[in-house]
C-alpha cells in the first residue's frame, strides 16, 4: 500500500516536470522567431543620454602559458590553398549545438531531458492510467477500514461505557453482599446460640410439664381401674328424655365444637341418700343425640316459657341427628303446637328470601370454632354462632336460638347484644326477636304412630 501511495506521487511529480518543459519549449521557440530581429548590442543596460563614465579595467590574472600542465584552446587549423577542410563530424550526444559548429556540443541540459521524458511520456501515462484505478481502490478501502476503524473505536467506547456501569453495580452489590455476610455472621455467631438456648429452655419446660401430664395420666388409669358407675343417671321425665335445657343462665352455651360434641352443663346434681337434685343447664352431646335418632323413629317436644309464667310448645313427630361426618345435619317433619313452627317455616315476620334464610330443617351444625352455616361460607366475619352466641343449626341465620346469650327478664335491645344482633334465648313465631325466654327445653322420645 505505501508503494503504490509513493508511485503515485513520483508520477504525479514528473508530470508536473513535463509542464515545465512544455513552457520552456515555448519560450525557446518564441526567441527563435525573433533572432531575425535587430539585436541591440546595449539593450540589456540602461540608456542614458550624454557621455557615459569610463570605468578603467579591473585586474586580470596571468594567461596560462605553455608551460603549464594545460595547454592553450586549439585554434582553427589554416587551410591551405587547394585543400578543401572536412567536415568534422560531432558525436550524437542527444543534446543542442552551438551557433557554430567549432565551438563543439553543449554540456547535456533540459533538451535532451526533455526528449528523454517525451518518449516515456506515454509508457508513463499508461502506468498512471492503470496506477489511477487502484489508487481510487486503494482510497476506497481505506475510507471503508477508516469508518470500520471509526465504529469500532464508537463500539469500545460505548462497551466502556457499560463496563464502567456494571463495574459501579457490582461494587455495591458487592457492598451489599458484604453487609449481608457481616449480619449473617453475627446471627450465627451470636443470635442463634442465644436462640437456641432459649428453645432448649422452652424445650425443658415442655418436657416438664409432658413428665408431670404423663404422672397425672397414670394416676387416672389406677383411679379407673374398675369401671365408673353414674350416680344420678340422664334425667328422664315422664317418658322423655332430656337432651337440653335452660334455666336460668349459670352455663356458658358459648361452647366450642369438641364441647358440643360431647357435651356440657350439669345434667344432674347427687344429693346424696340415692337422690338428683333437679337437672341444671345443660346439652347432652351431639354425638349422643344422633346415636339416639338413628335408633328409630324420634320425635322431639321443645317446651318454653316466658317471664310471665307464660308457657308454650312446639312438637315434630320426626327429629333425626345425621353423624358427624355430615356435621350433624338436622331432619325434622310433622309440626304441632302453639309456639309456631319455627324449625320449618322459619320466622313468620318475615318475607320472601329474608324468611326462607331462617329455616333451620336440613342444616348443619355450626360452632364459633366450625362454620357450617349459609351466610358467606368461609367468610370468618361473616358467622352466625360468634353473631349469636350458641352453636345451633343456623341457616342466615335464625328464627329461634335456644342455645342463645340469657338475658334477665326477657326484653332486651341491640345495644345490649354483643354484636348488636337477636342473640339471646329466642323463639321468633312466639315473641319476636328481641325477647329472651326464661326457659326452654328440648326432649326426645322414640315415636310410635298411633293405629
Not at 26 to 36: G, H, M, P
Not at 85 to 103: D, F, I, M, N, R
Amino acid at each position: 500500500m505505501k508503494t503504490l501511495l509513493i508511485l503515485y506521487l513520483c508520477a504525479y511529480a514528473a508530470r508536473g516536470d513535463d509542464l515545465e518543459y512544455d513552457d520552456y519549449e515555448d519560450t525557446k521557440s518564441s526567441t527563435r522567431k525573433n533572432t531575425t530581429a535587430t539585436v541591440d548590442a546595449r539593450g540589456h543596460r540602461p540608456l542614458q543620454r550624454g557621455r557615459e563614465p569610463y570605468s578603467p579595467t579591473r585586474y586580470a590574472p596571468p594567461t596560462v602559458t605553455s608551460g603549464n600542465r594545460y595547454g592553450g584552446r586549439p585554434g582553427t587549423a589554416r587551410v591551405t590553398q587547394g585543400q578543401v577542410q572536412e567536415k568534422q563530424e560531432q558525436p550524437e550526444a542527444g543534446g543542442c549545438t552551438h551557433a557554430s559548429e567549432e565551438l563543439g556540443v553543449l554540456c547535456p541540459n533540459g533538451c535532451e531531458l526533455k526528449t528523454a521524458l517525451l518518449k516515456q511520456e506515454r509508457t508513463v501515462r499508461t502506468s498512471l492510467g492503470e496506477l489511477k484505478p487502484q489508487v481510487d481502490e486503494l482510497m476506497r478501502s481505506s475510507n471503508q477500514i477508516y469508518n470500520y476503524v471509526s465504529s469500532v473505536s464508537v463500539s469500545l467506547r460505548e462497551r466502556q461505557r457499560v463496563i464502567d456501569a456494571n463495574n459501579a453495580v457490582v461494587s455495591v452489590y458487592t457492598e451489599n453482599v458484604e453487609e449481608q455476610h457481616a449480619y449473617i455472621k453475627e446471627t450465627v455467631d451470636t443470635i442463634f446460640p442465644s436462640n437456641i438456648r432459649i428453645l432448649q429452655g422452652v424445650l425443658d419446660r415442655v418436657r416438664q410439664k409432658i413428665q408431670k401430664l404423663e404422672k397425672a395420666i397414670q394416676a387416672q388409669r389406677e383411679d379407673c381401674k374398675e369401671p365408673c358407675k353414674t350416680k344420678c343417671p340422664i334425667p328422664v321425665v315422664s317418658g322423655w328424655l332430656l337432651i337440653q335445657n335452660r334455666l336460668d343462665g349459670s352455663v356458658d352455651f358459648g361452647r366450642r365444637w369438641d364441647d358440643y360434641r360431647r357435651g356440657f352443663g350439669n345434667i344432674a346434681f347427687d344429693a346424696g341418700k340415692g337422690h338428683c337434685e333437679t337437672p341444671g343447664e345443660y346439652w347432652l352431646g351431639n354425638d349422643r343425640i344422633s346415636q339416639l335418632t338413628k335408633m328409630g323413629p324420634t320425635e322431639v317436644l321443645i317446651e318454653m316459657q316466658d317471664w310471665t309464667g307464660a308457657k308454650v310448645h312446639a312438637q315434630y313427630r320426626q327429629f333425626t341427628v345425621q353423624s358427624d361426618t355430615s356435621n350433624y345435619v338436622l331432619s325434622v317433619d310433622g309440626y304441632s303446637g302453639n309456639a309456631g313452627n319455627s324449625f320449618m317455616e322459619g320466622a313468620l315476620e318475615l318475607f320472601g328470601v329474608n324468611r326462607t334464610m331462617t329455616i333451620h330443617n336440613a342444616m348443619r351444625f355450626s360452632t364459633y370454632d366450625r362454620d357450617n352455616d349459609n351466610w358467606s361460607p368461609g367468610d370468618p366475619s361473616k358467622q352466625c354462632s360468634r353473631e349469636d352466641g350458641g352453636g345451633w343449626w343456623y341457616n342466615r341465620c335464625h328464627s329461634s336460638n335456644p342455645n342463645g346469650r340469657y338475658y334477665m327478664g326477657g326484653a332486651y335491645t341491640r345495644y345490649m347484644a354483643k354484636h348488636g344482633t337477636d342473640d339471646g334465648v329466642v323463639w321468633m313465631n312466639w315473641k319476636g326477636s328481641w325477647y329472651s325466654l326464661k326457659t326452654i327445653s328440648m326432649k326426645i322420645r322414640p315415636f310410635f304412630a298411633s293405629k
